[in-house]
């Protein structure tokens, strides 16, 4: 999304997500006079916020005067306009003192752990990933929109699966779909197929499409090593007050933590991206709050990227700071889990 702002609106824009960051109420022309630097008529700062307004860049919230950013705004903001502050040194200090090379799984949790702390809101990583490599797989149906999947090891290890899909599919298309996969895919990991299927698939009837989908998407999960991240400090949540006013808003997010699925799908996404990224809102496909942003990096092992850290918070985080975080926090974890 490509706007054309001019440098005034672009200017004005940046100082009200600032102000609104930290002060939480919406910001009216008299704030943005006040700390945008800018020497304009309180008509000029009101004719350049109905444009922003008409961009859908800001909104007027019912009872008051003042604006607020809306997630395109914010998209704008930290895609053009963020200027990122280098990491505080004590912060930095702590987390290189935190993240010891020592034992993998004890690294993950203080990186998680850290994440939380330094940001006082939830911190999330995703645990490292190893390929999953299947000899046959069967698809069962359980009920309409629930089939188990059988997965079997070339080891002869059996694990299970049970995939919700949005069709109702009938038997003869289950067989179907799992004689595809084992006459042409045995032997590889899930990952190995999904990107084969890519492909091929686009020749495939759609709605086997989506089965498919649904079974290598399950399939990756079966990494080894029960969860598949580990999170800290979610109840951090409850205390950011554009949250935990709403109820509908906090039930959303318990929903997000609760439905591992999504926010493995957002943790995935952001395993295909190159260093750090923002989704805000329902931006990353997946049903989270509006004024929910999550900030993520990949981290690497011996230069392959198998997992992510990030950290969820509100829309309204002080972004030049959680941003460096998240990316040290990514660049130190590689380091303490490349040195085995």
Known sequence: MNFMLDKRAQILLKTLIERYIAEGQPI?????????????????????????????FIASPHTSAG???TPL?????????????PLESNALQRIEGELHPDNPQRVIQAASHLLSQLTQFAGVVMTPRRAVTFK?????????????MIVVTPDGDVQ???????????????????????????????????????????????????????????GSALAEGGEQYVISGERNLFAVRDLSQDMGRLKQLL??????????KILDL???????????????????????????SPYRVDGEVVGT??????????????VPIVDVTAKLLTSALSQH
């Open 28 to 56: 009216g022309s008299r704030t943005l006079s006040k700390y945008s630097g800018l020497d304009l008529s309180p008509a000029t700062i009101r004719n350049v916020m109905a444009d922003l307004e008409e961009l859908g």
């Open 67 to 69: 604006r607020v950013p």
């Open 73 to 85: 705004g914010y998209r704008f903001f930290v895609d053009t306009l963020l200027i990122v502050k």
């Open 136 to 148: 046959h797989i069967e698809f069962l149906k359980l009920s309409e929109k629930r089939i188990l």
């Open 160 to 218: 299970n699966r049970i995939l919700f899909t949005e069709l109702d599919y009938r038997p003869s298309e289950l067989i179907e779909a799992a004689n595809f996969i084992n006459q042409h895919y045995s032997g590889q990991s899930f990952e190995e197929v999904r990107t084969h299927l890519q492909a091929e698939l686009r020749e495939v009837r759609e709605d086997m499409t989506r089965l498919m989908a649904a079974a290598l998407d399950a």
């Open 255 to 264: 929903e997000l933590f609760e439905r591992k699925t999504s926010l493995i």
């Open 270 to 296: 952001a395993l295909r991206g190159q260093g750090v990224q923002i989704f805000i809102g329902g931006e990353s496909g997946v049903a989270a709050p509006d004024d929910v942003s999550i900030v993520t």
């Open 309 to 322: 850290v990030g950290v969820i918070g509100p829309t309204r985080m002080a972004y030049e700071r959680v």
